[in-house]
Structure formats: C-alpha cells, structure tokens
C-alpha cells in the first residue's frame, strides 16, 4: 500500500512538473502545438496499462531479474519525465495499433536503428544503460479482423540487461514496450543483442572460407595470366595451354571472362533480337524483386527472423 501511494505521489509530482515547465517554455518562445504533441507522446507511457501487482508478483517471486526491472521502472519513470534517451527508446518501439489492420497489416516494426544507435547515443543515457531492439508476437488477433494472421508482431526498445523472458514477463505485465491490448499475450519474442553476433557462427564460418578461397583462385589466375603474357616466351606458353593446370587457372581468370563477357561479336545464323529481348527480360526481373521487397520487407522480415514463433 505505501509503495502505491508512493507512486501516485510521484505520479501527482511529474505532471505538476510539467504543467509548470509548459508555461515557463511557452514564455521562451515554444508554440502551444509543441506541448500538445509533447503531453501526447509523454501520455504514451504515462497512460500505459500497466498491471503493477503482476508486476511485484514477479519480482517477488524472482521470475524477472531485479537489474531488468530496475532499469525497466527507470525508463519508464524517465519515459514520463521527458528524459532524451527514453523518448528515442519510446519512439523507437511499435505503437498499439498498427496502420493497415484490417488489411491484415498486423507488423508494426518501430524503429531499430532509432533504438540501438540514437537511444544508445543520447547525451542523458545512464552510464549502466544500454538499449536493445526486440520484436514481439502479440497473440489475441480477432478473428473477424486476423485476415489469416496469427499475430501482432511489434518492435520494442528495452534495456539491454533483460533476458528474453524477462522481455516476455514485463512486455505481458505492461512495464515494457507498448501493450496493445489488456487481454493480449506474447507468444513469441525475438531479441537482437550485441554479444549473438560478436562471434561467427558455423555457417558464418563456412561461407567466409568458401568466398575466401574463390578470391584466392581470381588472384592467382591474374597473377599466372599476367606472368605468361609478359614474362614467357611462345614455346613455353603453348607448353603450359596443353596443361591441366593452366586450363584450370583459366577459368578463373577475370580478363579472359570478361572479354568473354563484354564480347559483342555474333556468329553467323544467330537471331540478333533474341539478345534484346534476353536484356529487357533480366532488367524487368531485377526491378520486380526490387519493388516487391521495398513493399514487403517487413513481411520478408518477418517469415524470415520469427516463422518458428508463426
């Protein structure tokens, strides 16, 4: 009971606060609409629905670690205080309703560089705090609304200390993030954290050693070509062509395939219009998938990073 009159106590004291810092600014010259947006965006997190003895449950219960919940209960605080690094993070996370839902339009991203570099690059950040982009499924989706979708999927900031659960426990709770709706449960959550990507993974590896040793092979042919078409008389030359070696070398060679390439010669009985067509075809290709994915990354995205959660 203290602790819930002291958090209404508080609660009374921000927003005094700022009452009072709006009619002081408004003196310095700020327009009326900057502190209407101002309390709009501030009421984002100040009007949250947050389920407090959930909360302390699971604190108490040591169902969340207390590190996360601390720094959770501060940016929440410092979210409603106006902090710059609090409001990139709230900026930065996905709202409660998402454009297109009854289209079947259920993804709202936020915004991932908005949370991992400007949040971490805000001159109020706490010195402990570091900022971390997750993405949630929200399960609950109406079937009258789902269009075939199974869930909500929204980018949140959260401090970089809480663990996937604790995301999934405090996101549920209404501290984290932007809780779309009361009854609404995750059910599934994926966090991109710095330390996953500081070491390469197998097929990382695999792929490295693979492009590695395809650059070598094109290094070695330009070298081997160069040394025969400057430094080798004809006899030795026409020795080394009937090689297995130098036919090998060859087809790696970047100014034989080239000139192969770019070669404009046609043969003889060779429909010169099936060559034009062949070009306008592989440009209408290219400019297809580049369209479709500028309008459906977010979908791309989505099957790609989260399917095991669909």
């Known amino acids: 009971m203290d602790a819930k009159l002291t958090m209404i106590a508080a609660m009374l004291f921000l927003s005094t606060a700022c009452q009072t810092l709006t ?16 309390e709009h965006f501030v009421g984002l997190a100040r009007n949250k629905p947050i389920n407090w003895t959930m909360v302390d449950q699971l604190v108490n219960t040591e169902q969340v670690s207390r590190l996360c919940f601390r720094q959770s209960a501060k940016l929440h605080d410092d979210t409603v205080a106006s902090k710059t690094y609090a409001g990139r993070m709230l900026d930065s996370t996905g709202k409660r309703v998402p454009s297109g839902l009854f289209e079947g339009k259920w993804i709202d991203f936020g915004s991932y560089q908005g949370c991992t570099v400007d949040a971490n690059n805000a001159p109020d950040l706490p010195s402990d705090f570091r900022a971390t ?6 399960g609950g989706i109406p079937k009258e609304f789902a269009a075939g979708v199974k869930h909500y ?10 663990a996937d659960v604790d995301v999934t426990r405090l996101a549920n709770a209404g501290l984290l993030g932007l809780k779309p709706i009361a009854s609404w449960n995750i059910e599934g959550v994926l966090c991109q954290r710095e330390e996953d990507y500081a070491t390469y993974s197998n097929s990382a590896v695999t792929a490295i050693v693979v492009i590695a040793i395809i650059l070598l092979l094109l290094v070695i042919s330009a070298l081997y070509e160069f040394i025969c078409t400057t430094c080798l008389s004809g006899d030795t ?13 060859k087809c790696f060679s970047v100014y034989q395939n080239t000139k192969k390439l770019l070669d404009t010669y046609q043969h003889p009985g060779q429909l010169s219009t099936l060559h034009g067509i062949r070009v306008i ?19 791309v995205c989505y099957h790609k990073r989260l399917a095991v959660f669909v």
């Open 281 to 299: 075809s592989c440009m209408l290709i290219i400019y297809g998938h580049t369209i479709v994915m500028q309008v459906d990354i977010g979908t």
């Open 237 to 249: 030359k026409r020795r080394l062509a009937e090689g297995k070696t130098d036919r090998f070398l």
């Open 23 to 38: 009619a002081d600014n408004t003196q310095h010259g700020l327009s009326p609409t900057y502190w209407e947006f101002a």
């Open 133 to 138: 982009y997750c993405r949630l499924n929200w």
């Open 153 to 162: 999927v929204q980018g949140v900031c959260v401090p970089s200390s809480c």
